[in-house]
C-alpha cells in the first residue's frame, strides 16, 4: 500500500508529495454546500442527508443561509408545500409534491413531530436540528454531516457575496463592509477568532463568485488570507460559464492566482466544485443534488483530517471523472494524474497556468453600448505570456506535465466525453479539475 507524508514549510500549505510515508490515506467523496428547509432548500435535512449517503457520498455539509441548524424550529406546513411547488424549468411542470406526506411515510409519527401554530393555528412540523439527524444517519467510518453556514451578504455597493464556514460550531452573523474585499477579509477574521476560540478547524470558501457577478478576480485576489473558492457549482443559472462581458469562473481562477503569487507574493487559491442543492422533490431542475463534489484524500473521516488534507490541497474537484492517482514530485516537478477508466469514455487533459512576464494591468470589461462593467478585469495582451494558458493537451488515462521552470503555477482539468450523470445546462461532459503546484519557488524568489 502506498503511504504519504507532507514536507511542509509553510503552515498549512502542500508544498510536495512523498513516496515514504507513516500515514494511510484514502479518498472521501463530500458535497460541502447544500441547503434544506432550515433555510430556502425544499426537503427535510434527514431526508437530504439519506440520499447523499445512499449515493455513496462519504461527507456532507448542511450549509443553509445565515443559520445553524441548532435548537427548536417550527414550520408551517403550508410553507414546506410551497416549497414543494415546481416551476417553469426545463419543460417540468408545477405539479407540487406532497413533502409532508411523504416525510411521514418514511419516517413514521414516532419520529416526524406536529404541532398546532398557537399564533394562528395552522398546522406545523419540527425540523430536525443537526445533531438529531446526526443520530440518524451517521456512521462512523462511512458517513460523516458537517456544520456549516452559507454566510449571504452583500457589500454596501450591493454586490452579492456567499460565504461557505464549513465545521463552524456557532452561528456566525454577516460583517459589514465598503466592497467586497473587506466583507471577505471582515468574515474571515470573525470565522477564523471563533474557530480559535472553540479550538476546531473551519474551512471557509467563497461560493459561486459569478453569481450576479458579485465577486471579481481582483476581489479574489486581494484578500489573502482566503484559500479557496468555488470554481463550479451546481446550480443551473448561476453564470459559471461566463458570457460574452464577463469571464468564467476558471478564468477568474487563473487571474486571482497570478496576482496573488506575480503581485502579491501570496498563496494561490485552491477549488471546490459543490451542489449548492435545494431542489429534492423532483418538481425543480435548476438546483438538484449530485451535480459536483470534492474528493479528499485523507487517513480519516473526520472533520480534523478532511480539512487538514484540503489546507495542504489534496484533493480535487469533480462533475463525475474520477481520478485514482494525483502526485507531484517536487524533485522532477511532474504532474501526473491516473484517471479511473469509465465505459465508453475518452478523456483529455488540459494543464493550464501562468508563465512569469505575464501582464498583471488589466483593462476595463465594457458592455454592448461600450460602458465599463464593474467585473474583472481584461488581462489579454497579444504577445507574451498569458493568464490561464494551456500549457499542454494530453489524450488518454496517465496524462503527465513537467514543468520547465518558468511557471508561476499549473493545475490539470480533466474532461471525458461523457455526459455527467445529473444533467447541467452549463456544461454538457463530465470533468475534475486538480490544484494548483509547483508555485513555491515563486514565493520564495525575491
Given at each position: ?5 507532507w514536507?511542509?514549510?509553510?503552515p498549512?500549505?502542500?508544498?510536495a508529495?512523498s ?8 479518498w472521501?467523496?463530500?458535497?460541502l454546500h447544500?441547503?434544506?428547509l ?13 440520499w447523499?449517503r445512499?449515493?455513496n457520498y ?20 403550508s410553507n ?8 417553469p424549468w ?15 411515510r ?6 416526524v413531530?406536529t ?10 412540523v ?8 446526526r443520530a440518524?444517519v ?11 453556514e ?5 457589500a ?5 457575496i ?22 471577505l477579509?471582515?468574515t ?5 477568532e471563533?474557530a480559535v476560540?472553540?479550538?476546531?478547524p ?11 457577478w458579485?465577486v471579481t478576480a481582483e ?16 446550480v443551473?443559472?448561476?453564470n ?11 478564468v ?13 507574493n ?6 471546490v ?9 423532483g418538481?425543480?431542475?435548476?438546483a ?6 470534492v ?7 473526520s472533520?480534523?483530517?478532511?480539512i ?7 484533493f480535487y474537484g ?11 514530485d517536487s524533485r522532477t ?23 512569469r512576464?505575464?501582464?498583471l ?5 465594457l ?5 465599463v ?5 481584461d ?7 498569458q493568464?490561464?494558458?494551456?500549457f499542454?493537451?494530453?489524450?488518454g ?9 518558468d ?6 482539468v480533466?474532461?471525458s466525453s461523457g ?10 461532459f ?5 490544484q494548483p ?5 515563486s514565493?520564495s524568489?525575491p
Open positions: 500500500m502506498t503511504r504519504w507524508i514536507r511542509l514549510t509553510l498549512g500549505l502542500l508544498l508529495w513516496a515514504t510515508a507513516e500515514t494511510a490515506a484514502r472521501w467523496k463530500g458535497n447544500t441547503h434544506t432550515w433555510s430556502d432548500g425544499d426537503e427535510f435535512p434527514e431526508v437530504v442527508a439519506e447523499y445512499a449515493h462519504h461527507f456532507l455539509a448542511l450549509s443553509d443561509h445565515n443559520v445553524l441548524s441548532q435548537g427548536g424550529r417550527w414550520m408551517n406546513v414546506v408545500a410551497a416549497r414543494a411547488k415546481g416551476e426545463r419543460g417540468v411542470s408545477k405539479r407540487p409534491a406532497d413533502a409532508i406526506g411523504n416525510y411521514l418514511r419516517y413514521g409519527s414516532n419520529w413531530e404541532r398546532t401554530n398557537p399564533t394562528n393555528g395552522e398546522p406545523q419540527r425540523l430536525k436540528p443537526l445533531g438529531e439527524v440518524r451517521e456512521t462512523a467510518g462511512r458517513f460523516l454531516l458537517m456544520p456549516a452559507e454566510i449571504t451578504h452583500s454596501a455597493n450591493r454586490r452579492a456567499h460565504i461557505g464556514a464549513i465545521n463552524l460550531q456557532e452561528w456566525m452573523p454577516t460583517q459589514d463592509g465598503a466592497t467586497v474585499p473587506e466583507v477579509a471582515r474571515l477574521r470573525a470565522v477564523n471563533s476560540r472553540l479550538g476546531t473551519v474551512l471557509v470558501h467563497v461560493n459561486h463568485p459569478n453569481y450576479k458579485g476581489d479574489l485576489a486581494t484578500v489573502i488570507e482566503e484559500r479557496f473558492f468555488e470554481v463550479w457549482n451546481g443551473d443559472g448561476d459559471d460559464p461566463g458570457d460574452a462581458f464577463h469571464p468564467p469562473t476558471e477568474l481562477w487563473d487571474i486571482a492566482n497570478t496576482l496573488r503569487l506575480a503581485a502579491f501570496a498563496a494561490p487559491l485552491y477549488a466544485a459543490t451542489d449548492d442543492s435545494h431542489d429534492y422533490q418538481t425543480k431542475l435548476r438538484q443534488p449530485g451535480r459536483a463534489w474528493m479528499v484524500r485523507s487517513p480519516h473521516l472533520p480534523e483530517s478532511l487538514r488534507a484540503m489546507d495542504a490541497g489534496d469533480s462533475t463525475g471523472v474520477t481520478l485514482s492517482d494525483v502526485r507531484f516537478r511532474r504532474l501526473s494524474l491516473r484517471i479511473a477508466p469509465s465505459r465508453g469514455e475518452r478523456f483529455v487533459t488540459r494543464f493550464i497556468g501562468t508563465r512576464g505575464a501582464n494591468h488589466g483593462r476595463p470589461r458592455d454592448a453600448a461600450g460602458n462593467l464593474e467585473t474583472t478585469l488581462y489579454a495582451t497579444g504577445s507574451g505570456p493568464i490561464g494558458e494551456v499542454a493537451e494530453v489524450a488515462r496517465s496524462p503527465a506535465y513537467t514543468l520547465r521552470g511557471e508561476l503555477y499549473v493545475r490539470a480533466v474532461t455526459p455527467p450523470e445529473v444533467p447541467s445546462t452549463e456544461f454538457p463530465k470533468r475534475a479539475w486538480t503546484v509547483g508555485w513555491q519557488e514565493l524568489r
